[in-house]
């Protein structure tokens, strides 16, 4: 092994300049499913801002008005605390698997990789050609050639990020808003195209020009996986034992005995190096940089088959696994963090169960005390505010005092309706006799009705004077 791969990362050179990448074009059983399980989440990225459940959009994150659709459940602000929980549950969720399978997710599932290398790096490779090729052409003098495909290798760059841009902007303000403005024309939601263009920029700067350094150096899940990972943990790992053997590495000879001159089954091809998008060398050992791809693995199996030796010596294996030849266990940290995943995951579940659909909220005036009435009658004035969560209107809604004989009237004098996934709010006032309060902050429940039905209940805080008490 190379004893001073750790001195730098895999695309810096010694010069401290960018060591830009030219991987070659994997071929091979495990990047074929790759491609199905990608183009499966690509239809899914794709398809769910304009996917619609009960009149939901399936997936939405409008952080600027505050609405949130997930699986077609529409959450709000006060339904913060479960969008919180979910995140903790997804953190939770992805160190489990890092501590079992190692940085598998960012190898299989990682928009970032997805869209790098199975959209972009493809068109890369139809413009470019493969490694060899765009080795050429990056020091090729920038003539008619080149400029040509610079010239439609970024145009098409551009319309797909605009595409995606357009998508991540279906996320933000939702999908029926997005297509209205495309309806009617961009130049009169000029803000909205200047954000749109802004995210095009991004997208367009991220996957032409700054690609892996996205997972090797703003990723912070690079990071997580050295304090996450152990000699138990499965990653794509090179089998030094059989690589390595007694003299170590040798380049392949026709019929010559490998086993018997005590080299190891690596021939030195360098085509794991050559085929990694990261541009490291995966027999040095589990790195930062690794994505789990799974590129070395079928470039290595072509060429174990090619020279008539075993597959399998870069796999997904332990370290303990190569040393000892010890398969998978589930160990107590795995079942701690299970444990945990499982705990969170029924709360959730509770949670969810017991979300009203309705959000009530009343709250005395600000400014105001309480007056006092005839017959020693206390009145006290309140705003209230209910916040309809489904996608049906909620009719006849009118209040009731459960805690205290007394009545309450909403000013308009008359019951209402809420609008579905609309807010209902005015101004209400509550009259109890003090004779039936037990302080100047008596603590109320009040019941929220729909025609007959109890719906959700709420409480409030009623002034009375002390000297009454």
Same mark, same amino acid.
């Given at each position: 092994?190379?004893?001073?791969?750790?001195?730098?990362?895999? =695309?810096?050179?010694?010069?401290?300049?960018?060591?830009?990448?030219?991987?070659?074009?994997?071929?091979?059983?495990?990047?074929?499913?790759?491609?199905?399980?990608?183009?499966?989440?690509?239809?899914?990225?794709?398809?769910?801002?304009?996917?619609?459940?009960?009149?939901?959009?399936?997936?939405?994150?409008?952080?600027?008005?505050?609405?949130?659709?997930?699986?077609?459940?529409?959450?709000?602000?006060?339904?913060?605390?479960?969008?919180?929980?979910?995140?903790?549950?997804?953190?939770?969720?992805?160190?489990?698997?890092?501590?079992?399978?190692?940085?598998?997710?960012?190898?299989?599932?990682?928009?970032?990789?997805?869209?790098?290398?199975?959209?972009?790096?493809?068109?890369?490779?139809?413009?470019?050609?493969?490694?060899?090729?765009?080795?050429?052409?990056?020091?090729?003098?920038?003539?008619?050639?080149?400029?040509?495909?610079?010239?439609?290798?970024?145009?098409?760059?551009?319309?797909?990020?605009?595409?995606?841009?357009?998508?991540?902007?279906?996320?933000?303000?939702?999908?029926?808003?997005?297509?209205?403005?495309?309806?009617?024309?961009?130049?009169?939601?000029?803000?909205?195209?200047?954000?749109?263009?802004?995210?095009?920029?991004?997208?367009?700067?991220?996957?032409?020009?700054?690609?892996?350094?996205?997972?090797?150096?703003?990723?912070?899940?690079?990071?997580?996986?050295?304090?996450?990972?152990?000699?138990?943990?499965?990653?794509?790992?090179?089998?030094?034992?059989?690589?390595?053997?007694?003299?170590?590495?040798?380049?392949?000879?026709?019929?010559?005995?490998?086993?018997?001159?005590?080299?190891?089954?690596?021939?030195?091809?360098?085509?794991?190096?050559?085929?990694?998008?990261?541009?490291?060398?995966?027999?040095?050992?589990?790195? $930062?940089?690794?994505?789990?791809?799974?590129?070395?693995?079928?470039?290595?199996?072509?060429?174990?088959?090619?020279?008539?030796?075993?597959?399998?010596?870069?796999?997904?294996?332990?370290?303990?696994?190569?040393?000892?030849?010890?398969?998978?266990?589930? =160990?107590?940290?795995?079942?701690?963090?299970?444990?945990?995943?499982?705990? $969170?995951?029924?709360?959730?579940?509770?949670? $969810?169960?017991?979300?009203?659909?309705?959000?009530?909220?009343?709250?005395?005036?600000?400014?105001?005390?309480?007056?006092?009435?005839?017959?020693?009658?206390?009145?006290?004035?309140?705003?209230?505010?209910?916040?309809?969560?489904?996608?049906?209107?909620?009719?006849?809604?009118?209040?009731?005092?459960?805690?205290?004989?007394?009545?309450?009237?909403?000013?308009?004098?008359?019951?209402?309706?809420?609008?579905?996934?609309?807010?209902?709010?005015?101004?209400?006032?509550?009259?109890?006799?003090?004779?039936?309060?037990?302080?100047?902050?008596?603590?109320?429940?009040?019941?929220?009705?729909?025609?007959?039905?109890?719906?959700?209940?709420?409480?409030?805080?009623? $002034?009375?004077?002390?000297?009454?008490?």
């Amino acid at each position: 092994m190379e004893e001073n791969f750790r001195d730098s990362i895999g =695309t810096i050179n010694k010069e401290g300049k960018r060591a830009w990448v030219f991987p070659k074009k994997p071929s091979g059983p495990l990047y074929e499913y790759r491609k199905y399980v990608s183009y499966a989440l690509l239809l899914f990225l794709l398809a769910s801002p304009f996917i619609k459940i009960n009149g939901n959009q399936f997936l939405m994150f409008n952080v600027l008005e505050r609405r949130f659709n997930i699986f077609g459940l529409p959450f709000w602000p006060q339904d913060f605390y479960l969008f919180v929980l979910s995140m903790i549950i997804g953190v939770v969720f992805i160190a489990l698997f890092t501590v079992a399978f190692g940085r598998i997710f960012c190898g299989w599932l990682c928009p970032q990789t997805i869209f790098m290398e199975m959209v972009f790096r493809r068109v890369e490779y139809w413009i470019d050609g493969d490694r060899g090729a765009q080795k050429r052409l990056d020091r090729q003098e920038w003539n008619a050639e080149k400029i040509k495909k610079r010239a439609l290798k970024w145009t098409v760059f551009f319309f797909i990020s605009f595409l995606i841009a357009n998508v991540f902007l279906a996320y933000l303000i939702g999908s029926d808003r997005l297509l209205l403005y495309i309806s009617q024309g961009p130049f009169r939601h000029i803000s909205t195209l200047v954000s749109l263009l802004i995210f095009t920029a991004v997208f367009f700067f991220v996957f032409a020009w700054f690609r892996e350094q996205v997972c090797i150096i703003a990723c912070p899940y690079g990071r997580m996986q050295g304090v996450l990972l152990d000699n138990k943990s499965v990653v794509v790992a090179y089998d030094h034992k059989r690589g390595e053997a007694e003299k170590g590495r040798k380049k392949f000879k026709k019929g010559e005995d490998r086993q018997a001159l005590g080299h190891g089954d690596c021939i030195d091809c360098f085509q794991c190096v050559n085929v990694c998008p990261t541009g490291i060398d995966i027999r040095n050992g589990t790195q $930062l940089e690794c994505v789990n791809c799974t590129a070395c693995i079928d470039e290595c199996d072509t060429i174990m088959e090619n020279v008539h030796l075993p597959k399998g010596l870069i796999r997904y294996a332990s370290e303990e696994n190569i040393e000892k030849k010890t398969p998978f266990e589930f =160990t107590p940290r795995l079942k701690g963090y299970s444990a945990v995943l499982l705990i $969170l995951i029924g709360i959730l579940a509770g949670m $969810l169960f017991l979300r009203n659909d309705l959000e009530a909220n009343i709250l005395r005036l600000p400014g105001q005390l309480y007056e006092h009435k005839e017959n020693n009658i206390i009145s006290n004035v309140f705003t209230y505010k209910l916040l309809n969560k489904t996608t049906k209107t909620i009719d006849d809604v009118s209040f009731k005092l459960l805690s205290h004989n007394g009545k309450i009237e909403v000013v308009t004098h008359e019951n209402f309706d809420v609008p579905a996934q609309g807010l209902s709010e005015g101004t209400l006032f509550i009259e109890i006799n003090n004779s039936a309060l037990n302080g100047d902050k008596d603590k109320l429940r009040i019941g929220v009705y729909s025609g007959e039905h109890l719906i959700e209940t709420t409480t409030a805080r009623f $002034l009375a004077p002390r000297s009454y008490k």
